[in-house]
């Protein structure tokens, strides 16, 4: 399944940006899915205040999942290079990483967001764009 229609599923199943990131990757690195989706659950939307993007958080704990140190092995260089190469890769989509100032309004006001969504059409777009290029961007790091 690619990026774009694992989103729009997990999205349409009502999952939040940093749970569809790292859920993608959950299953092929030894995680049960649901397992996965309860991690995250938390940190969609900023951790619900308009914080760091979801997308982002969901993406370094894919990396850590990835190449995280764990008592068999401490070397955390291999994901400290990871998370580097990510941030260069998003900084090109993105040069914000709070969703409040992605978005240009903070996500933990229901009543501003959907007032904001009426006067901005392309608002909706924007983080599945994110969602879909950070889970993109991940899969490039593995291939190196």
Do not use: H, W
């Not at 205040?49 to 764990?70: F, R, S």
């Not at 100032?101 to 608002?123: C, Q, R, T």
Request: aromatic share 8%; with cysteine.
């Amino acid at each position: 399944m690619t990026a774009t229609e694992f989103q729009r599923e997990m999205s349409s199943k009502g999952c939040n940006c940093a749970q569809i990131v790292f859920s993608y990757f959950a299953e092929k690195n030894g995680l049960d899915i649901n397992k996965a989706l309860k991690i995250t659950s938390a940190f969609g939307g900023g951790m619900g205040k308009g914080d760091v993007c979801g997308a982002i958080t969901g993406a370094y704990m894919a990396l850590g999942l990835i190449y995280g140190n764990d008592l068999e092995n401490s070397d955390r260089s291999i994901l400290k290079e990871k998370i580097k190469e990510f941030d260069l890769e998003f900084q090109k989509i993105s040069m914000e990483r709070r969703c409040e100032d992605i978005l240009g309004v903070n996500v933990g006001d229901k009543e501003k967001v959907m007032e904001f969504a009426k006067k901005n059409p392309d608002f909706k777009a924007i983080c599945p764009k994110l969602v879909i290029n950070s889970i993109n961007i991940i899969e490039k790091l593995e291939e190196k």
